[in-house]
Nanobody
Framework: QLVESGGGLVQPGGSLRLSCAAS????????IGWFRQAPGKEREGVSA????????YYLDSVKGRFTISIDNAKNTVYLEMHSLEPEDTAVYYC?????????????????????WGRGTLVTVSS
C-alpha cells in the first residue's frame, strides 16, 4: 500500500514536501514514481527513482525545482517542490513497480504499475 501526504494550498514561489509512505513491502526492488494529473489534462510522470542504484529522473518542467529522495529506514519517498507555479497545480500520485524502472517506461505503462496511492492535491494559487 502507498499513502501520499503533504499536499495543500501554496502561493506561487512557495514550497511543499510530499511524502509517499509504503506499507507491506520495501523499496529495495522497486522503482518509485511521482505522477500528477491536472483538471482536464492527462496524467504525466513528474519524477522517478530507484533505491538500488540511486537513479533519479525528472520531467523537464520541474528540473531544478523538484527533488525526489528515498528514506529507506522510514519506507518513505519524498518529493521536495520549490518555486511552485500555478501550472504545478494537480493531484499528485506515487506509484511503485518492479518491472518498469525509468520515468519514461513507468509513464508509458502507468496502467500496469504494481501499486498506486490515492493521491494528494497540490494547489498553487495566490
Amino acid at each position: 500500500q502507498l499513502v501520499e501526504s503533504g499536499g495543500g494550498l501554496v502561493q506561487p514561489g512557495g514550497s511543499l514536501r510530499l511524502s509517499c509512505a509504503a506499507s507491506g513491502f520495501t523499496f529495495d526492488d522497486y522503482a518509485i514514481g511521482w505522477f500528477r494529473q491536472a483538471p482536464g489534462k492527462e496524467r504525466e510522470g513528474v519524477s522517478a527513482t530507484r533505491y538500488s542504484d540511486g537513479y533519479t529522473y525528472y520531467l523537464d518542467s520541474v528540473k531544478g525545482r523538484f527533488t525526489i529522495s528515498i528514506d529507506n529506514a522510514k519506507n518513505t519517498v519524498y518529493l521536495e517542490m520549490h518555486s511552485l507555479e500555478p501550472e504545478d497545480t494537480a493531484v499528485y500520485y506515487c506509484a511503485a513497480d518492479r518491472t518498469y524502472d525509468t520515468l519514461r517506461t513507468m509513464t508509458s505503462h502507468s496502467r500496469y504499475l504494481d501499486l498506486w496511492g490515492r493521491g494528494t492535491l497540490v494547489t498553487v494559487s495566490s
